[in-house]
């Protein structure tokens, strides 16, 4: 069997950097001493028509808000950064978010969520859950619909999202009326098809994800909130979009949930983006597949918020 091409836009952009990220996970996954300065919040793009600001629990927990300016009661968005659950920030995935505030007009709440391996499962899934609740809490005041309600995550972050929605369906949490998955990393047994055949993908390797789970789960053998691909019952979830990149190890996770969605009468939207590498819409946004993956996501929030 072939491996498919990489997209000609990312393969020269490949060609013509040397960002260790995209040519060599191994040395950023290998240990935790690079992860602080990973951790660092970097700069941010700014936009005139949504207001920015941090919000701080009684525990802790930071939540980067983004209002919409213009009237009227909005849709509301969780959002879940992506970062392998070891780095990564509210501010890291800012223009796409930005982009979700303008596109969908929606009040995004993202949750800067704690990091292993300091701090291991349930941490993040904790916060992720604690951020649903404060988002569904404080909507009137954010100007936001409860009741329009989806939770959004890319990669570690679309694990989280997964999570957290099966966490409110199983708690009678708040009432999620749509899922949005990108290039979700689901599963840590590591045997699909793509996590054998994408061993040393560009910024994705077999070696990075059993580093990536390592740390989340240390010791004992993850849950399906940990691991969602793990979960017995997806009955009774809201509808879903998972997208995944062609040219990725945690390719088939989300081919997978999302055909166990379908079984279990989630109506659910599957979109692989051919030559596409894991964070093709983040690292390489501004390339042409990296705008047509973000232009789909607001799409598939448009329809769902605003019908």
């Known amino acids: ?83 392998g659950f070891v780095f990564g920030r509210p501010e890291t995935e800012e223009a796409r978010v930005l982009r979700y505030a303008t596109e969908v007009d929606a009040v995004v709440v993202s949750v800067d969520y704690r990091h292993a391996p300091e701090h291991p499962y349930p941490a993040a899934v904790n916060d992720a859950y604690a951020g649903l609740l404060w988002a569904v809490d404080h909507a009137t005041e954010l100007g936001a619909d409860p009741h329009r309600l989806a939770i959004a995550g890319a990669s570690a972050g679309g694990a989280l999202a997964a999570a957290t929605t099966l966490r409110a369906r199983d708690t009678t949490g708040p009432t999620i009326q749509f899922q949005l998955l990108i ?86 939207e599957l979109i692989q983006i051919p030559g596409a590498l894991h964070g093709f819409d983040l690292m390489f946004a501004h390339t042409t597949i990296g705008q047509r993956g973000l232009a789909t996501q607001i799409r598939a929030l448009r329809e769902a918020l605003q019908p």
Not at 43 to 62: I, K, N, Q
Not at 226 to 248: F, K, Q, S
């Open 183 to 268: 290039y979700p990393g689901l599963d840590d047994r590591l045997t699909t098809t793509s996590a054998h055949e994408f061993t040393d993908s560009p910024v994705l390797t077999r070696f990075a994800l059993e580093r990536i789970w390592k740390y989340y789960v240390p010791h004992n053998t993850p849950d399906g909130y940990a691991a969602p691909a793990r979960a017995t019952n997806l009955t009774g979830l809201p509808p879903a979009l998972i997208m995944v990149a062609e040219i990725d190890p945690v390719r088939d996770d989300g081919i997978a949930y999302a055909a166990r969605l379908t079984a279990a009468g989630t109506n659910t």
């Open 1 to 83: 069997m072939s491996t498919p091409a990489i997209d000609p836009e990312l393969q020269a952009i490949l060609d013509t950097t040397t960002d260790p990220f995209l040519h060599d996970p191994h040395t950023i996954f290998a240990s935790t001493a690079q992860f602080p300065q990973l951790r660092l919040i970097p700069d941010v793009p700014h936009d005139d028509r949504v207001t920015v600001h941090d919000h701080h629990t009684a525990d802790g927990l930071r939540l980067r808000v983004y209002q919409p300016t213009g009237t009227g009661v909005k849709p509301l968005i969780l959002f879940l950064h992506s970062g």
